[in-house]
């Protein structure tokens, strides 16, 4: 077998695990990866992207059901959905873009309980051996550097508390 060399996983496999939605208030303020907060919903670095740039647009309200979220709730989040894919396409020029949602753990949702809308940047060939063979991904940028790069963007648009 093969050994592939990820330290800054270790920090996770370790670390003590948190309790509750991961998207919720109590929680998400504790990470430096949200990168916009609107006036309803947030921009956050996905922290085991699929790519470099990898992004999710969450509501700050908690739902696992798109049919219940409110018409100010669904525009925000494609607005913020718009936003993001402009600022990646100006940052990271990707040459096309995975947009979507994954609702239950039978489609894949790896947050069941709390919906949120992916954004994967992707490139001609950046679907290799690694993930069809070996189940690896391979991001090529620290989430640190790649947020430092991103955050100037993100800034320029509405702010909210």
Known sequence: ?????APWREAFIKGEKLQGCIFCPDLIMKTDLILHRGEICFVI???YPYSGGHLLVVPNRHT?????????ERLEMFDLVAESVAILKQELQPEGFNI???LGKAAGAGVADHLHIHIVPRWIGDTNFMP????????????GRLRN????YFSRLKKHP
């Open 132 to 143: 069809m063979l070996g189940d690896v991904r391979v991001v090529s940028e620290d989430l």
């Open 64 to 72: 696992a059901k798109p049919e219940e979220l409110s018409a100010a």
């Open 45 to 47: 670095m996905n922290l």
């Open 100 to 102: 979507g949602m994954n």
């Open 149 to 152: 790069r991103l955050l100037p």
């Open 1 to 5: 077998m093969e050994s592939l060399y």
